[in-house]
């Protein structure tokens, strides 16, 4: 398996992942599928520096990514990043997330503008959380019950890493 900056021709299995989760899973709190048009916008907003996107390619395509984004819009949050991992429902269980967070944490600790990672697990995906406490990550605490997926409440575990 390669990983690697994610490319253009990336896009449309990363949307199939994204969407996947959409659709069938409680990752993401997004209740309808993405557009290409709305994931290129994400796309370009990783181009690289401290939002990034990083994409695993195996079999000659993408099955999986990881991605620091901005975590909020006011300045003083400048230096911290909101981390995302995702991996094509086929090849789970593969230690592929790790790859990505093995590259993802050693590119940002490389950087300069990078103080803090921030990611935000659906309560109740302990596969994550045991993945995001590997490398060291802190839990912040959850808030409860704060989305609506699939007819039923969700809560969120909230994970820092100072780097």
Known sequence: MEIRKAQEADLPALLDIYNYEVEHG????????????????WFDEHPGGRYILLAAIEDGRAVGYASLSPYRE???YAATV????YVDV???GRGIADQLMQELLS??????DVHTI???IT?????SVRLHEKYGFLHCGC????GVKFGKPLGIVNMELIV
């Open 26 to 41: 409680t990752a993401t709190f997004d209740l309808h599928p993405k557009t290409m048009k709305e994931r290129r916008v």
């Open 74 to 76: 006011k300045e003083a």
């Open 82 to 85: 909101e981390l995302s991992i």
């Open 90 to 92: 086929a090849y789970r």
């Open 107 to 112: 590119y940002a600790k490389a950087r300069e």
């Open 118 to 120: 921030v990611s935000v």
């Open 123 to 127: 309560e109740g995906n302990e596969t």
């Open 143 to 146: 808030i409860h019950e704060v």
